[in-house]
């Protein structure tokens, strides 16, 4: 899918916002919310709590985008002006 800009989006090629979000809850109650602040004391770096998180399911921004790219919601190169490439790390 490609992004065609028009009168309808004022010239972007998007028209609307979605809104994903990766909710985590940092205590015991929640395996992959535990395993992070297990990474977060021992001071690790965060690919490190990317990593862990992934290995025990947890689905993350750029996994639920690529749905959103697959279901036609909105193109690869929309996803990559927001959330930039996976392996980029702000901190
Ligand atoms: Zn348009």
Do not use: F, K, W
């Amino acid at each position: 899918m490609n992004s065609v800009a028009c009168a309808d989006c004022a010239g972007t090629g998007y028209r609307g916002r979605l809104a994903i979000a990766e909710i985590v809850r940092l205590d015991s109650r929640d395996p992959v919310g535990e395993a992070l602040a297990d990474t977060l004391q021992a001071g690790e770096p965060v690919q490190r709590m990317r990593a862990a998180a992934r290995e025990l399911g947890a689905v993350d921004l750029h996994d639920i985008a690529a749905s959103y790219v697959e279901r036609g919601v909105t193109d690869a190169a929309e996803v990559y002006r927001v959330l930039g490439n996976r392996e980029q790390v702000s901190n």
